[in-house]
């Protein structure tokens, strides 16, 4: 029923043709794999067509993949390898709502109730398309695809890297207008948060346009958190491990205390050291760090390093200006939680 269901759908939206239906469908019958993954296989569909016209057919929003890029280490283990593959689903969100679960069956009740049993949270349902749900049980839990799927993980993976290249690319130098645009798009995106995940992401993206990779920490008993971070799997593995104490004279432990941006070269030190070698990036030489607090406390630290010193430098005032529409994003978010909630 659902791939004919889905069929009909593709066919009245004018993706794809009768012809290109019946060689997917035959393909579908020999080869295995939901309609949809062979029309995209055959090069018939976009993956963005398929889970625009999934969601429509079950009336969810689809995942956005840009979401799916950088999920916190916090919220995969939220399910174990075991359960993500049987109920094929990526927790990759979480705000006062629940927690957003991308799905490939987000109508399933059985699947939803289950979730919401294990999460002990209500259950937020978004579609994903087969192939991309195989990629990111690859890429968050290690569980590899049979082989027939194996060549959509590495298109995904491949899609990914591109992203992260080109962001990297258009990292060094900014014409005025550029800056003006990032500048606008970030309080954009932090007017409109409604959870700490959209608050990280907001702040990561903004900092990928300006530093070669970045970490963000949650502040909490002393502490600074790993929390989420730009980079591969590994990188945000390790971020998400790492804990630093913010009581030596490290230089997250000085931004949090004065609650100062600092933007300059990598000072030398074993914790700065540290900070380095979880990011990957040795040959390093600048670096920035900015405190985001609330009621005169610092909450969150973002952190990022690059290569060159003086285009750094040239962005303190942008810098600046992010930490203090960070902290005024999260005062606001607070109290627009606690209107809803009166």
Known sequence: ????????????????????????????????????TNLVELGFLTDRDLRETLAAM??????????????????????????????????????????????????????????????????????????????????YYRVEPYHRYAHLATRFAAE????????????????????????????????????????????????GGIVDRAALFGVQGGQAIGWMALGDREVRERVGQLVLPLT?????????????????????????????KTLGTPSARAACALPITYENRTVLLLYGEGARPAALAARRADLTRAAIQASLALQLMVLRNRLLDM
């Open 1 to 36: 029923m659902q791939a004919v269901r889905l069929g009909q759908a593709l066919l009245l939206r004018g993706l794809v043709t009768l012809d290109q239906l019946e060689a997917a469908t035959i393909r579908q019958v020999t080869a295995g794999g939901r309609l949809g």
């Open 58 to 139: 079950h009336a969810v929003r689809a995942a956005d993949p840009a979401e799916l890029r950088a999920i916190p280490a916090e919220l995969t283990r939220l399910l174990t390898p075991a359960l993500a593959e049987r109920y094929r689903a990526i927790p990759f969100r979480r705000d006062r709502h629940g927690i957003h679960v991308a799905l490939t069956d987000p109508a399933n009740l059985r699947i939803l109730d289950d979730l919401r049993a294990r999460l002990g949270r209500e259950v937020r349902p978004y579609v994903i398309s087969e192939g991309r749900m195989l990629y990111c049980l690859k890429r």
């Open 160 to 207: 990914d890297a591109q992203e992260a290249r080109q962001r990297g690319a258009h990292a060094p130098a900014f014409r005025e207008e550029d800056l003006g645009d990032a500048r606008r798009a970030l309080a954009q995106r932090l007017a409109h948060v409604t959870s700490r995940e959209d608050l990280g992401r907001a702040l990561l993206r903004y900092a």
């Open 248 to 276: 030596g004279n490290g230089l997250l432990a000085g931004v949090s205390r004065d609650q100062v941006v600092y933007v300059g070269e990598l000072p030398d030190g074993p914790e700065n050291e540290v900070l380095r």
